[in-house]
């Protein structure tokens, strides 16, 4: 359920992607795909020029917990990790959020309780 990362088209097929400083972008795949090397199992990667690419873009997943935004984290065993996106501190409190930094809210959330859950192309 969750992504949170570069996604690129390349050959009309989409892929797992990072970007290097190099203008190379380097894709990955869970099977064995035609020109790429295999790193361990159920990992393969090819590295191509950035302007071979059909499109290039960052999706994370986002959902509303207890009717507020946040983006999807993590997750484990039945629970969602979530960061609160909505950016008001006293709702972060009042929903009981774990302040983990300055201004960043999160907190364990039981999956079947999210709403909306989407991904969301930046």
Same mark, same amino acid.
């Given at each position: 359920?969750?992504?949170?990362?570069? @996604?690129? %088209? *390349?050959? /009309?097929?989409e892929f797992e992607a =990072?970007?290097?400083? #190099? $203008?190379?972008? &380097?894709?990955?795949?869970?099977?064995?795909?035609?020109?790429?090397?295999?790193?361990?199992?159920?990992?393969?990667?090819?590295?191509?020029?950035?302007?071979?690419?059909?499109?290039?873009?960052?999706?994370?997943? @986002?959902? %509303? *917990?207890? /009717?507020?935004?946040?983006?999807? =984290?993590?997750?484990? #065993? $039945?629970?969602? &990790?979530?960061?609160?996106?909505?950016?008001?501190?006293?709702?972060?409190?009042?929903?009981?959020?774990?302040?983990?930094?300055?201004?960043?809210?999160?907190?364990?959330?039981?999956?079947?309780?999210?709403?909306? @859950?989407?991904?969301?192309?930046?």
């Amino acid at each position: 359920m969750n992504r949170d990362g570069y @996604v690129a %088209r *390349w050959l /009309g097929r989409e892929f797992e992607a =990072v970007p290097g400083a #190099d $203008g190379e972008i &380097r894709l990955y795949a869970p099977e064995p795909t035609d020109g790429f090397e295999e790193l361990r199992p159920d990992r393969f990667r090819r590295i191509v020029p950035a302007f071979e690419l059909e499109s290039l873009r960052y999706v994370r997943t @986002v959902c %509303r *917990w207890r /009717g507020e935004p946040f983006v999807v =984290v993590g997750e484990h #065993d $039945g629970w969602t &990790r979530v960061e609160y996106t909505g950016g008001r501190a006293p709702v972060a409190e009042a929903l009981g959020l774990e302040r983990v930094d300055q201004g960043v809210w999160q907190a364990w959330a039981p999956t079947g309780e999210l709403q909306d @859950v989407r991904e969301e192309f930046i």
